[in-house]
T-cell receptor, first 116, second 112 residues
Framework: GAGVSQSPSNKVTEKGKDVELRCDPISGHTALYWYRQSLGQGLEFLIYFQGNSAPDKSGLPSDRFSAERTGGSVSTLTIQRTQQEDSAVYLC??????????????FGPGTRLTVL | AQSVTQLGSHVSVSEGALVLLRCNYSSSVPPYLFWYVQYPNQGLQLLLKYTSAATLVKGINGFEAEFKKSETSFHLTKPSAHMSDAAEYFCAVKDSNYQLIWGAGTKLIIKP
């Protein structure tokens, strides 16, 4: 596709359930990022993938959060045993170049997660 | 650690008036600075970026921003607001690991 796509666009789940969020980056983009956007706050970095390198997981808030990137393309963010504080918009971005000073990140529309 | 402060969570201007959205950053290294816009129910879109070339950066949709090192600022401006400019605007700076550090955002409201 022309841009970054994410699915689902909305997800409502019950506390304690696991959820999977999907990101399809722009074709050919080697870098992929996940962010969390909570109401009234800026974006919070979660994880960064670059090619076949080990991901930078330094932003993951707890061990309930994990992410994979298969074949250097599609990525899945998994949240286990969801809590109400996990409610947020989860944004995915991709970039043609590795993380650097001038690279531009292109964002998907996000997945709005609501944990009841 | 780097940080970004956007003054005003909401800014309201009349259509045709000057838009000024403020961004101040803290950085111990020459900064890479960005402005993104988020329209309702859409992803963030890059407006413009400063990468140590010209201090006045022109972006899309008539927006521009000026890097002022002495003031550690990177304010976003547009001479004449349009209704279509109503959105949320985010300022961001790269840290020493080239990780984007984001401001909390400013919602721009355009009054007819």
């Amino acid at each position: 596709g022309a841009g970054v796509s994410q699915s689902p666009s909305n997800k409502v789940t019950e506390k304690g359930k696991d959820v999977e969020l999907r990101c399809d980056p722009i074709s050919g983009h080697t870098a992929l990022y996940w962010y969390r956007q909570s109401l009234g706050q800026g974006l919070e970095f979660l994880i960064y993938f670059q090619g076949n390198s080990a991901p930078d997981k330094s932003g993951l808030p707890s061990d309930r959060f994990s992410a994979e990137r298969t074949g250097g393309s599609v990525s899945t963010l998994t949240i286990q045993r969801t809590q109400q504080e996990d409610s947020a918009v989860y944004l995915c971005a991709s970039s043609l170049a590795p993380r650097g000073g001038t690279d531009t990140q292109y964002f998907g529309p996000g997945t709005r997660l609501t944990v009841l | 650690a780097q940080s970004v402060t956007q003054l005003g969570s909401h800014v309201s201007v009349s259509e045709g008036a000057l838009v000024l959205l403020r961004c101040n950053y803290s950085s111990s290294v020459p900064p890479y600075l960005f402005w993104y816009v988020q329209y309702p129910n859409q992803g963030l879109q890059l407006l413009l970026k400063y990468t140590s070339a010209a201090t006045l950066v022109k972006g899309i949709n008539g927006f521009e921003a000026e890097f002022k090192k002495s003031e550690t600022s990177f304010h976003l401006t547009k001479p004449s607001a349009h209704m279509s400019d109503a959105a949320e605007y985010f300022c961001a700076v790269k840290d020493s690991n080239y990780q984007l550090i984001w401001g909390a955002g400013t919602k721009l409201i355009i009054k007819p």
